[in-house]
């Protein structure tokens, strides 16, 4: 069974802090995601990366970094969080070349920033 | 750049109602789609996806036809239950190169028994 675990779950953080938000998958899949998940704006994308050493910008970038250190783990960055990007966010992997195309999502991470 | 469109934010039903929620894409290109469900606590899952015009995909029930005159993919069942209330995304992909999928905003399916 594919699994993506995200870390932490909940995260509490202040504005003008740094919060990094990582995730873990075991199916050895090439293309990892970050998206968030807002009311009235569905799943948009932030990052994503084809491969350790990869980062790619999504549609909604700015004021996030990402990281590919290895196959398997994949980090969202907030160098400076604000109160707008109080979100959950979710991770996906996905390998497009396997089976169906289709992205595994982990569980989520609620973040609030005060 | 190439979007997904949901009409419906919120949909309520009875138990054995049909149902349609609506898909419509924009797209330069000739993309993959995707119908996605979402249970209150988790990730999205797979629903299921179709690759070119006129293939039906399906799984539990559910199903959905790739319509590319009317640029549709909208999702049906013939009888819902209390255990389909769930937020479902309809998503759409490169078919060819792998990249990232791009999500509607979402539908949020509640069935009352």
């Known amino acids: 069974e594919a699994a993506v675990t995200q870390s932490p779950r909940n995260k509490v953080a202040v504005t003008g802090g740094k919060v990094t938000l990582s995730c873990n998958q075991t199916?050895?899949?090439?293309?990892m995601y970050w998206y968030r998940q807002d009311t009235g704006h569905g799943l948009r994308l932030i990052h994503y990366?084809?491969?350790?050493?990869?980062?790619e910008k999504g549609d909604i970038p700015d004021g996030y970094k990402a990281s590919r250190p290895s196959q398997e783990n994949f980090s969202l960055i907030l160098e400076l969080a604000t109160p707008s990007q109080t979100s959950v966010y979710f991770c996906?992997?996905?390998?497009?070349?396997?089976?169906?195309?289709?992205?595994?999502f982990g569980e989520g991470s609620k973040l609030t920033v005060l | 750049g190439d979007s997904v469109t949901q009409t419906e934010g919120q949909v309520a039903l009875s138990e054995e109602d049909f149902l349609t929620i609506h898909c419509n894409y924009s797209?330069?290109?000739?993309?993959?789609l995707f119908w996605y469900v979402q249970y209150p606590g988790e990730g999205p899952q797979f629903l299921f996806r179709?690759?070119?015009?006129?293939e039906k995909g399906s799984s539990r029930g559910f199903e959905a036809t790739y319509n590319k005159e009317t640029t549709s993919f909208h999702l049906q069942k013939a009888s819902v239950q209390e255990s389909d209330s769930a937020v479902y995304y309809c998503?759409?992909?490169?078919?060819?190169?792998?990249?990232?999928?791009?999500f509607g905003t979402g539908t949020k399916l509640q069935v009352v028994p």
């Open positions: 996906a992997s996905g390998d497009w070349l396997a089976n169906t195309g289709q992205l595994y």
């Open positions: 199916n050895n899949h090439n293309n």
């Open positions: 990366s084809y491969g350790a050493g990869s980062t």
């Open positions: 797209a330069s290109g000739y993309p993959a």
């Open positions: 179709a690759s070119r015009d006129k």
């Open positions: 998503a759409l992909g490169d078919r060819n190169s792998g990249t990232y999928q791009r």
